[in-house]
């Protein structure tokens, strides 16, 4: 997953246009994932209050660390990605992304 400029304007669109929206499909095909998924949802729900402004500041601080350990999106399930599926998840089910507003 690159990181082109402005992905911090919208950092919950940019992550579901490049990650989220494939991931939750396949989330229908591998019932694993969603075990997965739910339980980083869950981790995440706890951490930080479900509202748009903190899970924007929660991912964006995600990204941040995984930008400085070279993380990058291959298509492999890994931790970082299904935190990442987690978060998106989460987004769609609150409707975060349902209107036009920057998240």
Known sequence: MLFEEGWSAAPLRWL?????EPQLARMAEEPW????????AA???????????????YLV???DVLRER???FTGEIDG???????????AR???????????
């Open 16 to 20: 579901m246009e490049r990650l989220g």
């Open 33 to 40: 994932l969603v075990a997965a998924v739910d339980q980083h």
């Open 43 to 57: 981790e995440v729900r706890d951490a930080v209050a479900l509202d748009r402004e903190a899970l924007v500041d």
């Open 61 to 63: 601080g995600f990204l």
């Open 70 to 72: 070279g993380w990058t």
């Open 80 to 90: 970082a990605a299904v935190r990442l599926t987690a978060i998106c998840w989460l």
């Open 93 to 103: 089910e609150m409707g975060f992304l349902a209107d036009e507003l920057p998240a």
